[in-house]
T-cell receptor, first 110, second 115 residues
Framework: GGIITQTPKFLIGQEGQKLTLKCQQNFNHDTMYWYRQDSGKGLRLIYYSITENDLQKGDLSEGYDASREKKSSFSLTVTSAQKNEMAVFLC?????????FGPGTRLTVL | GEKVEQHESTLSVREGDSAVINCTYTDTASSYFPWYKQEAGKGLHFVIDIRSNVDRKQSQRLIVLLDKKAKRFSLHITATQPEDSAIYFCAASGAFMTGNYKYVFGAGTRLKVIA
């Protein structure tokens, strides 16, 4: 089996700060995803990538950038953190159907 | 675009009883319906899925039903145990082969199994 690693596990930032979250997978999957999870709102897709160097916007891409420099890694940047923002960011990867998820990065903005 | 509604936001059942979580979707092109479980502080863990070419699938204590006409699918957890307590998410997706890689998730159902 494979594993998805997300770093850091907890991220505390200041308002207006640029923050980067990282994701690594060893499934050798082509497609990777970034989701934002807010309490009571399920998961919303921020960006996804179907292959190295590909980027596709999800429903929530405004305020974020992403980068897929190699097949195994997918980074997400919060371009300007919003005060009092709290959310969990989940990374996932998939082959032909099922998505596998990482443990998440919990973001708090002071 | 596709919208998925998960009807129960919370659900409490007694240990040993069955739990049923219902979801509806809007896009008739959706053909793949996975379910995920999330325990406190963790990511999502796949539990079972169903494709549109069948209307029922069972894996041990988990049963998924799909009613394409009503655009409704449901997760049945039989003989519930305390370790089934978690948040469950349904999702809908089109066919990967047509280039649709996106899942649309429901808002989640918090299941509590009372001993």
């Amino acid at each position: 089996g494979g594993i998805i690693t997300q770093t850091p596990k907890f991220l505390i930032g200041q308002e207006g700060q640029k923050l980067t979250l990282k994701c690594q997978q060893n499934f050798n999957h082509d497609t990777m995803y970034w989701y934002r999870q807010d309490s009571g709102k399920g998961l919303r897709l921020i960006y996804y990538s179907i292959t190295e160097n590909d980027l596709q916007k999800g429903d929530l891409s405004e305020g974020y950038d992403a980068s897929r420099e190699k097949k195994s890694s997918f980074s997400l940047t919060v371009t300007s953190a919003q005060k009092n923002e709290m959310a969990v960011f989940l990374c996932a990867s998939s082959g032909v159907a099922e998505q596998f998820f990482g443990p998440g990065t919990r973001l708090t903005v002071l | 675009g596709e919208k998925v509604e998960q009807h129960e936001s919370t659900l409490s059942v007694r240990e040993g009883d069955s739990a049923v979580i219902n979801c509806t979707y809007t896009d008739t092109a959706s053909s793949y319906f996975p379910w995920y479980k999330q325990e406190a502080g963790k990511g999502l863990h796949f539990v079972i899925d169903i494709r549109s070419n069948v209307d029922r699938k069972q894996s041990q204590r988990l049963i998924v039903l799909l009613d394409k006409k009503a655009k409704r699918f449901s997760l049945h957890i039989t003989a519930t145990q305390p370790e089934d307590s978690a948040i469950y998410f349904c999702a809908a997706s089109g066919a990967f082969m047509t280039g649709n890689y996106k899942y649309v998730f429901g808002a989640g159902t918090r299941l509590k199994v009372i001993a």
